[in-house]
């Protein structure tokens, strides 16, 4: 089972990167800045978690000043992430526990720790999952950790890629497994793109999909 997904990530790879192109690695955020960003786009859209991370960025000079900063004035920047409160006092957390583990805001040192260590040490901090570390990990340092959206979870399992019952914290480290280090990047956002265009939840363009014929749910379809 584990070679022959390996295998067929490597052909559905292709045919993905055929219809969306090819897709490079390049850092989105430095890490400290990624980890606070993806704490606001937890349980959110895209558009809100950006606009409310604009909104913190804008209004407070760095990383130091959030973490001193009052709840209430951290509310008001990110309330269009929703759940502003809770998010607010997890980054305020966050951060001063990270100063007080590390002395600063910088997380470079992730980047020469075995891949699982780094998960672990992001992990141990408040509201951060697996999805929060992989992201964290993938998007600042090109690690090849998999982060597990809703489009990347629902498409897997369409695929064959993971059981049905498999959790999305478990999705992670299984699809990992089956997925070339230094392709973990472009396929996690081929998923993610297809997801978003074709593979939809409730109505899947199954008659425009590339992925049609290697797809076990569309064969049980017929």
Known sequence: ?????????????????????????????????????TILSQHTSDIN????????????CS????????LLDIEKC????????????????????????????????LAEMPLEDAKDWLKSLPGVGPKTAAIVLCFSFGMPAMPVDTHIYRVSRRLGLIEPKVSADKAHVLLEKIIDPDQVFAFHMYLI????????????????????SNCPSKLKLG
């Open 1 to 37: 089972m584990h070679e022959s997904n390996k295998s067929n990530v490597v052909q559905l790879s292709s045919i993905l990167s055929e219809e969306y192109g090819q897709i490079n690695w390049k850092p989105r955020h430095d890490a400290i800045n990624e980890l606070v960003y």
């Open 49 to 60: 978690s950006e606009r409310a991370f604009r909104n913190l960025m804008s209004s407070f």
């Open 63 to 70: 990383v130091q000043s959030i973490a001193t900063a009052s």
């Open 78 to 109: 990110i309330r269009t992430a929703g759940l502003h409160k809770i998010k607010a006092a997890r980054i305020k957390d966050v951060l001063n526990i990270i100063l007080k583990r590390v002395g600063n805001f910088d997380l470079t040192f």
């Open 193 to 212: 793109k297809h997801g978003r265009k074709i593979c939809k939840a409730l109505k899947p363009r199954c008659g425009e999909c590339v992925l049609a």
